[in-house]
């Protein structure tokens, strides 16, 4: 019997490995193309070379689509936050009438095709004037992340008994001193996870994005598939290894920095519960 589940075991080892490799397998050729000396994508690589990495910081338009990125991802993601944490309570604590009705329209963006987001956004901002501005743009990826926030920060509050909160209020707190008091600090695990996820969000979308900007407003994505429809040479790859890199980094100091890893993963995992 102990043979059979080691075999067992065995086999399923192997295959998560098999998984794993398969997934990151075009990542690794992404990077290791970024070092080609050759002016195409070409694999094996014809020589050694970091021309692309120079070309790439040298390349204005990235630099000026990544500052539009950051920008709009912050302000969605603060807007989010705002919106998405006192949602999150209502919906964690409350027994209000149409409760899964606002649930399920706050988790309809991950249903609607971006492009359709985008379009409908892009009549509404033009008679706003809101198009072609970073305002607008952080509205609409505003639209984008707060699912995240929602679902994160919704299912931590539920893992916290209630209990807690009657019980500051029964010793005088005021309901929103019990909040901060209480709540607060046992959510900022998932807080932080929901912005740090909602941001990644952001910086990703490409298909919104593109209707409802110009030129002057481009964020990274955008710039970086215009340069694909110009270019064939490996300064994307390169671009990519960076931002791979940068994402892989925020991630690892945002574990260190929590401490918590058990409390990470719970938070994680009890966010894909079906409720």
């Known amino acids: 019997m102990k043979q059979q589940k080691d075999r067992i075991n065995t086999v399923l080892t192997i295959f998560c490995i098999i998984v794993i490799l398969f997934i990151i397998a075009p990542l690794i050729i992404v990077v290791v193309n970024s070092f080609n000396a050759a002016s195409y994508n070409v694999f094996p690589l014809k020589g050694f070379s970091i021309q692309w990495y120079e070309k790439m910081a040298g390349y204005s338009k990235f630099l000026t689509g990544a500052k539009n990125s950051i920008i709009t991802g912050l302000c969605a993601v603060g807007l989010g936050l705002l919106i998405g944490i006192p949602a999150s309570y209502a919906l964690a ?66 893992n916290i008994e209630r209990q807690q909160e009657e019980a500051a209020m029964d010793l005088g707190a005021k309901p929103f001193t019990a909040f901060s008091r209480i709540l ?11 912005a740090a996820l909602g941001f990644i969000v952001s910086f990703d979308q490409v298909e919104a994005s593109l209707l409802l900007v110009r030129s002057t407003n481009y964020t990274l994505p955008i710039e970086m598939m215009i340069y694909m429809e110009k270019y064939q040479d490996p300064t994307i790859a390169a671009l990519s290894t960076v931002l791979l890199t940068a994402v892989i980094g925020i991630l690892a100091i945002l574990i260190l920095a929590l401490r918590k890893k058990g409390d990470v993963v719970k938070i994680l995992a009890s966010s894909q519960k079906k409720e």
């Not at 901002?125 to 929602?150: A, K, M």
């Not at 600090?185 to 929901?194: D, E, F, G, N, S």
């Open 93 to 158: 604590r409350g027994n209000m009438p149409g409760k899964n009705l606002v649930k399920s329209f706050i988790m309809l963006p991950l249903a609607l095709p971006k492009i359709v987001l985008g379009l409908a956004m892009y009549i509404y901002f033009v008679q706003l004037d809101l198009y072609n501005t970073i305002t607008g743009l952080s509205l609409c990826h505003t639209l984008l992340v707060l699912p995240y926030i929602v679902v994160m920060v919704t299912s931590a509050i539920k």
């Open 184 to 194: 607060v600090p046992q959510i900022a695990i998932a807080v932080t996870l929901a």
